[in-house]
């Protein structure tokens, strides 16, 4: 089918020029009728050039359109096409307003198609808030009111696209009554309406939710399906509510799996599958940690897991969706381990499509079953240097995923490396926070002091300054503000000093993000914080700032107040500082609000340039405060930092603290605007200060808000700079030691995947419980080495998937070395068969004469594979499946009635100890035929051996793309036979599937193999008259001149080569020109007409296939070249 | 300076829209041409005029840099682009992370179909002389970003009938 489209559509260049005048389906106007001035506006678009010639013709159409619209003498017919064109203009990207009020009076007026125009335009027209969309309600309510039921369509349509949320009483009871109506169409569209009215006021359909129900259960598919889209959002929303109607749901989709629906329902055989994706997805709500409710939908899954047989890109949608649901409830072992099979099929999967959703499956379901990752961590990493950005970026996250404090590094170092790569803007600011939220967990909390304090002073520039997304900011503000607190929750732990710094500064600036987390239990926290030994002074100088800029957005706090009692006395001096600050902004809300605003930590600073009032309180500062208009309290603070003067240690002075300097300005009577601009300032500049250390701030007191703004470095470059070069150095390292790529990616598999799995899973992402563990504090070394053994400990406990050069026992070794060899050898038999069918009869092998001739060329070298000395080359003489494989074809041989017909030899397919595949290709009259037999090389019986292809573009399998053998006895052989029909022409493509059997574990084997067109193309039979008939009646030819080798010679030697690779029946020669015919099965006619000039052959193919010349001409030339 | 800042929104404004569920699962439908020329777009969003353009070229910038091998999913900017392409024409859908891009991948294909059956074989110029019918047969597949209809025969039902009375 799509073939058909996808040729009609490449035609279309050529029929461009001659409008079919026939009439349009169903009657309407002229399919393609030139003469209108519809038909002039579009071929005049399709001949543009250049964006400056598309401005001119639009503008050109809108001024036309404007005169025609407004003019009284339009009729609604000629308003009908000019919608048409106005919906062009706007398309191309030119507004047309003018119109929009014709779109609304068409929709009013018109009859039937001409108002069902209407609509259309103003749907696509107008915006859900347009002023003009008043004027279409009351078109709407006559036409819900029509007899006719067309009208009624239309306007129920409308009403679910487009309807101005204030006028949805004017036209709900119309549409309630809707719900009875005896055809399913207008119940259908109904259901839809209100399930607009839904999105835009829930409120206003909250009395009709018993409605919803009847829709539910209404006997006709259509209104059903309607109305899962109402309660996919209200279960979406409240999922407790609707736990009743379970049952319900599964019953639904049991009858749908079942086949129970009305066959047009069918979409390449499978039934309704949209709709089990929608029911799918409502289980999975339902089911979401309700293990009673979950209980009732495992059979049903189990079903459709099963019935989703057929390989089809639609069965494909239809298991990833069961594969999610299955992971959302609450889990059923022998369900998710039919789920994990289904994604391990995706993820291994040649298609790329279907990569891509295991892929994204993968991720889905990682951080329920990390075991899953280190079955496929090989795939992974293979996906991870795929050529398909796509791919990998899907790739990064599933790994983003999994991160832990162990993988940390090298999991950055890949997104990394991909940001190197990447352009798209919103790709790296979206990667850039995910390394920031990475890394920030994991260096800090596992790098802990040693840190250069660089990082944390960037990682908080990176999150205050944010990206360009206001949302991502916040959404990233909001999981650090979250991950925090429940790190904070846990008491009594120890973190770095750096971490809880960081900490208490996203605190204070963004906690106002989280609706659930009151601002007095995070002040509980961060005051027990403060009562702690192990808090450094400066630590404590964040926390206290944090806590301050808290309480500005609180009223009062009984934790505050307590705070400041506490602290007043206290014997540090910075905290008695601080504790005296508080107190005093505590007593002044205005002024606190004002001098801490929400989110500006960004916020320009204004410096007052002349420094005139700073000047003056410099100098006042100098000399020792003893200025007589100073305030008394601000005289003892100075008095009080000049005691501590030494405690540079935590980088700050009493002067330089941002609330004692405002406090105090705004005291002494300085105008308030200086003094608000002057604590922005501070205030930010107290922080900043708090990050750096020795030297970083300038010393001069006041000029330090200017000086302190250097140019925020890109964040990329701040993490690569810093967090992971020398973690990354040491990975390089380790990877360059081995040499070999294989090793090498087993290698990065250890790394990447270490901390997965049962017992050492510590992953940072979101999980609050196992943190104690990760936050102990290591020395680097040690760090390394733990790593190291988790690494190789994990090596071992998962070997047959990642087997470590050095720890992996030999056997193990041979078992990789069996897999590739298996692999190998499926490509070397299929490369081998695609050599032979190209060169020509020099075989000794040939034993039938005739067609079998000509059709032998793929039997070639295939069997030369089965000889010793070929196994010997790919297989170490030690492995198993030599001996088997040498004796087994021995008893292979074709059935009879097959047997007379020619054949490729027999080749093998692919074969593992346990069974080998074989395959020949059976060249009969009408068909060209698989036969495949499946030998079993064991000493026990193999059970339910399951044989399926994977569909293609190019073939057709005929009957079923499945064999299924129930049993194979041991040492003996089953085969069975398919028809195989060339679905779309190609010169040569390549049918693979796989074979899966169960002996102890499940087994999947893949194979593929090449068919060429000659295996399909037949002799066709005619006299030359029918060939002259059949001549003028096709379409599509291809003309070419081959040049001819000398020992071509005649035409005649050259064509009798041709008939016996391409299997032609050669109709006539006469002197220099010959005719020939073939057809490609079943039943597709192809001419050639070759005529010889000088050392030239034309050759001219007509086919009714347009693909087909070409392709028979490609292969015509390459035997041409050959011989 | 900072008078810029503090007028951005209140936080409880942005707290709504982080909330605020991406409830549009498909939130446009394009036909473009290799040249890059729209033959068809409906957008389930609204999105202004002279931004479509912009976004139209960026999405077939995407689709035609990418080959046959790679896969006909795109993650671009916070959505993801389910591409097909029928000789030079692509059709291109925009969903939300919660869409399954599969699923929609074989929308794409039965809406061809659909159009295929209407017009007995389909092609560029159809769509381009047929829009409206176009429109109207995407309608009835495609409603508020929900895939409401996928029985070809009902999809065209509504098209049949509004035919033949115009032929009447």
Not at chain 1, 221 to 244: C, E, F, P, R, T
Request: overall charge negative.
């Amino acid at each position: 089918m799509s073939d058909v489209v996808e040729r009609t559509l490449s035609a279309l260049p050529g029929l461009l020029g001659q409008h079919d005048p026939g009439a349009g389906p169903g009657g309407g106007p002229g399919r393609f009728s030139a003469t209108s001035r519809l038909g002039s506006l579009i071929r005049s678009i399709t001949a543009l050039s250049s964006k400056h010639e598309e401005e001119k013709l639009i503008q050109q159409e809108q001024t036309n359109l404007k005169a025609t619209v407004s003019a009284p003498t339009t009729t609604l017919r000629l308003m009908k096409e000019c919608m048409v064109r106005l919906i062009y203009c706007e398309m191309l990207g030119y507004e047309s307003s003018f119109g929009y009020i014709h779109a609304i009076k068409l929709a009013q007026q018109g009859n039937l198609l001409e108002k069902r125009v209407g609509y259309l335009a103003v749907s696509l027209f107008l915006h859900e808030n347009h002023e003009l969309l008043l004027l279409l309600v009351n078109t709407v309510v006559k036409d819900l009111q029509s007899t006719n039921l067309v009208e009624v369509c239309m306007a129920l349509t409308v009403v679910s696209q487009i309807f101005p949320r204030e006028m949805i009483p004017a036209v709900l009871p119309l549409i309630e009554d809707k719900l009875q109506h005896s055809k399913e169409i207008i119940r259908r569209k109904a259901v839809q309406a209100l399930y607009k009215f839904y999105l835009i006021a829930p409120n206003q359909v909250q009395h009709i939710h018993d409605k919803f129900r009847k829709a539910l259960c209404d006997r006709d598919v259509g209104v059903m399906a309607a109305s899962l889209h109402i309660y996919l959002q209200m279960i979406k929303k409240n999922a407790s509510g609707y736990k009743d109607l379970t049952e319900s749901f599964v019953t639904i989709l049991k009858q749908v799996v079942g086949g129970k629906l009305p066959i047009d329902f069918n979409y390449h055989s499978v039934p309704a599958p949209w709709l089990q994706i929608q029911l799918l997805r409502i289980l999975g709500l339902l089911g979401k940690d309700d293990p009673r409710t979950s209980e009732l939908m495992y059979d049903v899954l189990d079903e459709s897991l099963r019935r989703a047989e057929i390989n089809h890109n639609i069965t494909y949608a239809i298991l990833f969706e069961c594969v999610q649901t299955i992971y959302t409830i609450c889990p059923k072992s022998d369900l998710l381990e039919k789920a994990a099979k289904c994604i391990g099929k995706f993820v291994l999967s040649p298609k790329i499509n279907l990569k891509y959703l295991g892929l994204k499956a993968l991720t889905y379901v990682i951080q329920q079953d990390p075991n899953l990752a280190l079955q496929h961590q090989m795939t992974i990493i293979e996906c991870l240097d795929h050529p398909d950005p796509i791919i990998k970026r899907e790739t990064l996250e599933l790994l983003y995923r999994i991160t832990n404090g162990q993988n940390v590094t090298v999991i950055v170092q890949k997104m990394l490396d991909y940001l190197r790569q990447s352009k798209e803007e919103y790709t790296i600011i979206n990667l850039t926070g995910k390394i920031a939220e990475l890394t920030m967990n994991a260096v800090f909390s596992v790098g802990g002091d040693v840190m250069h304090p660089d990082i944390p002073n960037n990682f908080l520039r990176l999150l205050a300054e944010g990206f360009d997304d206001e949302k991502e900011d916040e959404q990233l503000r909001l999981y650090a503000v979250q991950s925090y607190l429940s790190l904070l929750e846990e008491e009594d732990t120890f973190y770095p000093q750096k971490f809880l710094q960081v900490m208490s500064w996203v605190l204070g600036e963004y906690s106002y993000l989280t609706n659930d987390g009151d601002p007095e239990i995070i002040i509980t926290r961060l005051h027990r914080l403060l009562k702690q030994t192990f808090v450094t002074s400066e630590t404590k100088a964040w926390i206290m700032t944090a806590i301050t800029k808290m309480s500005s957005r609180m009223s009062c706090s009984k934790t505050v107040d307590k705070l400041i009692q506490e602290f007043s006395t206290s014997l540090d001096t910075c905290m008695r500082q601080y504790a005296f600050e508080l107190k005093h902004l505590c007593e002044n809300k205005e002024l606190m609000k004002k001098l801490l605003p929400l989110d500006a930590s960004c916020d320009e600073i204004m410096v007052d340039a002349s420094l005139s009032f700073l000047d003056g309180f410099v100098a006042e500062g100098l000399r020792c405060g003893a200025a007589p208009y100073k305030p008394h309290h601000q005289r003892q603070e100075e008095k009080l930092s000049q005691e501590k003067g030494d405690m540079s240690s935590s980088g700050f002075t009493g002067r330089q603290s941002p609330a004692g300097l405002s406090l105090g300005s705004d005291m002494s009577g300085n105008s308030a605007e200086i003094g608000q601009k002057e604590t922005n300032c501070l205030k930010l500049d107290g922080v900043r200060k708090l990050w750096g250390k020795e030297g970083y701030l300038p010393k001069k007191e006041n000029k330090t808000g200017k000086e302190d703004k250097t140019q925020p470095v890109p964040p990329d470059s701040i993490l690569m700079g810093h967090v992971v070069d020398p973690p990354l150095m040491q990975s390089e390292q380790q990877v360059v030691s081995l040499s070999e790529e294989e090793k090498e990616k087993k290698q990065l598999a250890s790394t990447l995947f270490v901390g997965l799995g049962s017992n050492s899973s510590i992953s940072l992402m979101g999980r609050a419980d196992t943190i104690n563990q990760k936050l102990k504090k290591k020395s680097k070394i040690s760090e390394t080495q733990n790593s190291e053994e988790a690494s190789s400990f994990q090596n071992i406990a998962t070997l047959p998937f990642s087997p470590l050069p050095d720890t992996a026992p030999n056997n193990k070794e041979n078992f990789q070395g069996n897999e590739h060899l298996g692999l190998r050898k499926v490509s070397l038999s299929s490369s081998e068969v695609l050599e032979a069918s190209v060169s020509f009869d020099t075989s000794q092998s040939l034993r039938e004469a005739g067609l079998d001739e000509k059709l032998s060329n793929c039997r070639l070298s295939t069997s030369s594979l089965f000889a010793d000395s070929n196994i010997e080359v790919f297989q170490p003489p030690k492995t198993v499946p030599d001996i088997v494989a040498r004796k087994a074809p021995l008893s292979l041989c074709l059935p009879e009635e097959l047997a007379g017909h020619p054949h490729s030899e027999i080749v093998e397919l692919c074969s593992c100890d346990i069974l080998t595949v074989y395959s020949c290709k059976v060249w009969t009259d009408d068909c060209s035929l698989l036969v495949l037999f499946v030998a079993n090389n064991s000493t026990s019986p193999l059970k339910t051996v399951n044989l399926v292809f994977e569909t293609t573009e190019h073939f057709k399998i005929f009957e079923s793309l499945s064999c299924h053998f129930p049993v194979i006895e041991a040492q003996s052989m089953e085969s069975c036979q398919k028809c195989v029909q060339l679905e779309k022409v190609c010169t040569e493509g390549i049918l693979s599937g796989s074979i899966s059997y169960h002996l102890d574990m499940d087994t999947h084997l893949e194979f593929s193999l090449i068919f060429s067109l000659s295996d399909f193309i037949r002799p066709m039979k005619i006299t030359t008259e029918d060939f002259g008939r059949l001549w003028l009646s096709f379409s599509n030819d291809v003309k070419q001149n081959i040049k001819m080798s000398p020992s071509q010679g005649s035409l005649s030697i050259a064509l009798n080569a041709l008939k016996q690779k391409l299997k032609l029946h050669i109709v006539e020669i006469i002197g220099n020109e010959g005719i020939a015919a073939c057809q490609l099965l079943p039943s597709i006619p192809c001419l050639l007409h070759c005529r010889t000039h000088a050392r030239t052959l034309a050759l001219w193919f007509r086919s009714s296939c347009s693909a087909l010349p070409d392709s028979l001409l490609y292969q015509c030339q390459k035997m041409m070249e050959e011989s | 300076m900072w008078q810029k800042y503090s007028s951005r929104l209140p936080a409880s404004c942005n707290k709504q829209t982080i909330s605020e569920p991406n409830r549009k699962m498909i939130k446009f439908f394009l036909m473009v041409n290799k040249q890059g020329q729209t033959r068809l777009s409906r957008y389930y969003e609204h999105v202004e005029i002279h931004k479509r353009t912009m976004l139209e070229a960026e999405v077939i910038k995407n689709c035609l840099s990418r080959s046959r091998e790679q896969c006909s999913f795109i993650e671009y900017k916070d959505f993801k682009l389910v591409y097909r392409q029928y000789a030079a024409l692509f059709i291109v859908v925009g969903i939300n992370e919660t869409e399954n891009e599969m699923a929609v991948y074989e929308l794409i294909h039965n809406f061809v179909e659909v159009l295929d059956r209407y017009f007995s074989r389909v092609s560029e110029l159809d769509i381009m002389f047929n829009l409206d019918r176009v429109h109207i047969i995407l309608d009835e597949m495609v409603l508020n970003g929900c895939i409401v209809e996928t029985n070809k025969n009902r999809i065209l039902a509504p098209l049949f009938v509004l035919d033949k009375m115009a032929e009447s």
